[in-house]
């Protein structure tokens, strides 16, 4: 059901050598480019009709408009299961009094005399926020993006997320309700490319016959997961507009050792396999009986499971899954920050402090009591994170992704003067006299002529 690689021969290669050693799904978001470069086109020429189209071809339901209509939203919520409302109002909290302390202020710092270079956060003024559909129904996404996005102070938030030919056309009634209860109106049945592109150009003035009132306006950022198109549409609009990431399968590492639980570690690979038949599921260890009773559990706990045909069993058995073997945990941690996870749970001896040597994951869940699925809902951490080994230099959506930082400089006469030689100095250095010439016309100085 899951392969095993075994690393425990002679020492451990180094960088991209030890990185190609481990398994990984195969995600060519450039092959995807050329998929998704005429559909955007066509949404930016064609506004709001080209979604529609595009929303019936691959979603199988003719939208009468994009937005989705605030009674609608207002039906979901008060139709919302009570027990699922009150999951989702303690998501909401804890991911409130996560993101808050995330929050930055404005620091002045005094060069010198008269002299100040201060730095300010600055939301950006407008973000679509992506809630996928498909094979599951994602109201946490919502939390996820949405709270971050209201903590860091934007002023404009729109959802998008695909039209359901079960629900007339509209997304899914739990994220409507998901969308009721963190305030927000402005809601899109859109999904895919079509979506991203929406969001890039907008549909305001889009000669299609739509009341301009109901259309979309641009947006400076998107964030929010989906699948190879929605990346790939990422990937050709950046620069029109921002992106927090573009997300892949979805992946999970657990670095455990004897102590570990194979019903716990068992349990939580096929957590993360019944997402996608894509999904990554790794066990590191260094533990034969461990990785034997945990291949035991799986043929177990996945025959008592669901979605297992169509997505735990391919998930399990891809190239993207395995049991990696090592010969200590220090092989370990080298493994684990090689593949840079976008989950790693430590299920270890001391695990705090094995922890605390990880340098490379989009989120770390520490100890037996913190798994995956906690994080997914109702840790207060956010689940918005990054994919496909790209934890070694990005990071998880949170309220700093949605923040600008902008330096105010602040100088007097005199403290121009006392550096302005300086300036020059540096402007010819590197021949770009007008820089220079920029500084002496200020003081008087004799500006060279050509």
Not at 43 to 65: N, S, T
Not at 207 to 221: E, T, W
Request: aromatic fraction near 4%.
């Amino acid at each position: 059901m899951i392969s095993r690689i075994d690393l425990r021969g002679e020492a451990l290669p180094e960088g991209s050598a030890l990185r190609d050693l481990l398994p990984r799904a195969e995600f060519d978001v450039e092959a995807a480019l050329e998929t998704v470069r005429p559909i955007c086109e066509d949404v930016r020429h064609h506004g709001a009709a080209a979604v529609i189209d595009y929303g019936e071809k691959f979603d199988g339901v003719r939208v009468p408009g994009l937005r989705v209509p605030t009674e609608a939203i207002d039906r979901a919520l008060d139709e919302l299961d009570p027990a699922v409302r009150a999951a989702l109002e303690e998501s909401i909290r804890r991911a409130r009094m996560v993101h808050r302390e995330q929050r930055r202020t404005t620091h002045t710092t005094q060069v010198v005399p008269g002299g100040t270079v201060t730095e300010k956060w600055i939301p950006v003024e407008r973000v679509g926020l992506y809630v996928p559909g498909g094979r599951s129904v994602y109201p946490s996404s919502v939390v996820m993006n949405v709270v971050p996005a209201q903590e860091a102070g934007v002023e404009g938030v729109a959802v998008a997320s695909p039209p359901q030919k079960d629900f007339g056309g509209l997304p899914h009634p739990t994220i409507l309700a998901a969308c009721a209860l963190l305030g927000v109106d402005e809601v899109y049945a859109a999904g895919g490319a079509q979506a991203i592109a929406m969001f890039a150009y907008g549909t305001l003035s889009s000669a299609d016959g739509a009341d301009a009132g109901s259309g979309c306006a641009p947006v400076n950022l998107v964030t929010g997961p989906g699948n190879i198109y929605v990346a790939a549409a990422k990937r050709l609009l950046k620069g029109r507009i921002g992106i927090d990431a573009e997300a892949g399968p979805t992946e999970i590492a657990i670095l455990a050792d004897s102590t570990a639980d194979p019903v716990h570690v068992a349990a939580d690979l096929i957590s993360q396999a019944e997402h996608d038949p894509m999904a990554a599921s790794v066990l590191v260890t260094d533990s034969d009986e461990l990785a034997a009773a945990t291949e035991a559990e799986l043929k177990t706990q996945v025959a008592a499971s669901k979605h297992v045909d169509d997505r735990i069993v391919p998930a399990l058995a891809g190239r993207q899954s395995a049991i990696v073997l090592v010969r200590d945990l220090a092989d370990g941690l080298k493994v684990v920050d090689a593949y840079g996870a976008e989950h790693l749970e430590i299920q270890t001896r001391d695990a705090p402090a094995v922890a605390d040597r990880v340098r490379n994951a989009g989120a770390i869940f520490v100890g037996p009591w913190a798994p995956v699925s906690l994080g997914d809902y109702c840790a207060g951490s956010n689940h918005v994170l990054p994919t496909g080994g790209c934890a070694c230099h990005s990071s998880g959506l949170s309220v700093q992704s949605f923040l600008r930082g902008v330096h105010i400089v602040d100088y007097t006469r005199d403290a121009l003067a006392d550096v302005a030689q300086h300036v020059v100095t540096l402007a010819e250095a590197e021949d770009l006299p007008a820089h220079g010439a920029a500084i002496k016309a200020r003081f008087g100085w004799k500006v060279p002529q050509k």
